[in-house]
């Protein structure tokens, strides 16, 4: 009980204290090196099934190439640290400071540093809010660092890749199941550094029933705009296309304009009710069209492009679409 309740501030920690089926936790870890020519996500985890078998795992997503690869471990070699964020799978080691591989065609070491969280409080551990406190939701998020530096090298397929200066994103998701459908984007690299967004929108069972719940940031040098489901935001538009995703949300003082451009897809590995047998498609290479507007100034504060931006479009999206779009003198795109 004391391990669930001090990690439930803590949302970059374990959180699966005590848990033996139907239960998923994995954290993604994605670094692009400083020409861009290289992009991927690391991902590790742990699942359990209905009946309690276990297995830990480590995805490889390489974004620019397209491909992607599972590895499977018992979950023995699984070994999650307590009081802090640090977890061992095997000879492999993640944390919020350091990602050492030693995986069949990855290997090596990258360090992060000036690593910038979601920001928790007690009424609202991290980007669930007061969300986290519900025992019974599918799925819940953490977003562990919307941008930091990387230093560092890997090898990957036998190719020496140097991450010195490159960018990277840390975020986890832990629960049963993944949502039945849902949109989530990032990207950390726009025109000047020290800018990220991250943004989703996705069905969310709730007592029987459902609601659309939605989850935006943009990390503006140093500060970070929220529009949430929790904190007074509206979700304005949520549609996707064969070729883009739109989403406008706003809040009291700002609003905030999504128009992402869908590129080609790798498949993931995905849970259902804690077993590794879904599949999901995400994109790494994609280009995101943001607007921020101030509405109390009546200024612009943010209009730019991301690049190598994470993509994924799962599910019934039917469910999560919300095309009527009430202003279209100001729909600037």
Same mark, same amino acid.
């Given at each position: 009980m004391f391990k669930s309740t001090q990690t439930l501030f803590h949302p970059d920690q374990y959180q699966g204290w005590g848990k033996t089926k139907r239960y +998923?936790?994995?954290?993604?870890?994605?670094?692009?090196?400083a020409g861009e020519t290289k992009a991927f996500a690391f991902i590790p985890g742990i699942a359990m099934d209905k009946n309690g078998e276990k297995q830990a795992f480590v995805q490889v997503l390489d974004g620019k190439?397209?491909?992607?690869?599972?590895y499977k471990f018992e979950a023995t070699d699984f070994h999650p640290r307590q009081g802090v964020f640090g977890i061992e799978i095997g000879q492999n080691f993640f944390s919020n400071e350091t990602m050492l591989l030693d995986l069949p065609a990855e290997s090596g070491q990258v360090n992060f540093s000036d690593l910038s969280p979601w920001p928790t409080s007690w009424y609202s551990p991290g980007i669930m809010g007061p969300y986290t406190f519900a025992p019974f939701m599918e799925c819940y998020h953490g977003v562990l660092s919307m941008d930091h530096k990387i230093e560092g090298e890997l090898i990957v397929h036998g190719e020496s890749i140097d +991450?010195?200066?490159g960018r990277g994103y840390l975020e986890k998701d832990w629960g049963r199941s993944f949502p039945k459908a849902?949109?989530?984007l990032q990207t950390n690299h726009f025109t000047e550094q020290g800018i990220s967004l991250k943004a989703s929108v996705a069905k969310i069972p709730w007592l029987g029933s459902s609601f659309v719940g939605f989850i935006a940031g943009v990390w503006l040098h140093n500060r970070l705009i929220q529009f949430t489901s929790y904190n007074g935001s509206r979700l304005i538009k949520s549609f996707a296309h064969h070729n883009k995703v739109e989403i406008i949300m706003e809040n009291k003082n700002y609003r905030l304009e999504i128009l992402a451009h869908r590129e080609a897809k790798t498949q993931l590995a995905s849970p259902i009710q804690g077993l590794m047998e879904g599949r999901i498609e995400?994109?790494?290479?994609?280009?995101?069209d943001v607007q921020l507007f101030d509405k109390n100034s009546n200024n612009i504060i943010l209009l730019d492009t991301g690049r190598n931006a994470g993509l994924e479009v799962a599910g019934n999206i039917k469910e999560i679409t919300i095309p009527l779009y009430k202003n279209p003198k100001?729909?600037?795109f």
């Amino acid at each position: 009980m004391f391990k669930s309740t001090q990690t439930l501030f803590h949302p970059d920690q374990y959180q699966g204290w005590g848990k033996t089926k139907r239960y +998923f936790e994995g954290w993604y870890f994605k670094i692009v090196n400083a020409g861009e020519t290289k992009a991927f996500a690391f991902i590790p985890g742990i699942a359990m099934d209905k009946n309690g078998e276990k297995q830990a795992f480590v995805q490889v997503l390489d974004g620019k190439k397209r491909t992607s690869e599972y590895y499977k471990f018992e979950a023995t070699d699984f070994h999650p640290r307590q009081g802090v964020f640090g977890i061992e799978i095997g000879q492999n080691f993640f944390s919020n400071e350091t990602m050492l591989l030693d995986l069949p065609a990855e290997s090596g070491q990258v360090n992060f540093s000036d690593l910038s969280p979601w920001p928790t409080s007690w009424y609202s551990p991290g980007i669930m809010g007061p969300y986290t406190f519900a025992p019974f939701m599918e799925c819940y998020h953490g977003v562990l660092s919307m941008d930091h530096k990387i230093e560092g090298e890997l090898i990957v397929h036998g190719e020496s890749i140097d +991450f010195t200066n490159g960018r990277g994103y840390l975020e986890k998701d832990w629960g049963r199941s993944f949502p039945k459908a849902y949109f989530w984007l990032q990207t950390n690299h726009f025109t000047e550094q020290g800018i990220s967004l991250k943004a989703s929108v996705a069905k969310i069972p709730w007592l029987g029933s459902s609601f659309v719940g939605f989850i935006a940031g943009v990390w503006l040098h140093n500060r970070l705009i929220q529009f949430t489901s929790y904190n007074g935001s509206r979700l304005i538009k949520s549609f996707a296309h064969h070729n883009k995703v739109e989403i406008i949300m706003e809040n009291k003082n700002y609003r905030l304009e999504i128009l992402a451009h869908r590129e080609a897809k790798t498949q993931l590995a995905s849970p259902i009710q804690g077993l590794m047998e879904g599949r999901i498609e995400e994109s790494m290479t994609c280009l995101v069209d943001v607007q921020l507007f101030d509405k109390n100034s009546n200024n612009i504060i943010l209009l730019d492009t991301g690049r190598n931006a994470g993509l994924e479009v799962a599910g019934n999206i039917k469910e999560i679409t919300i095309p009527l779009y009430k202003n279209p003198k100001k729909d600037n795109f």
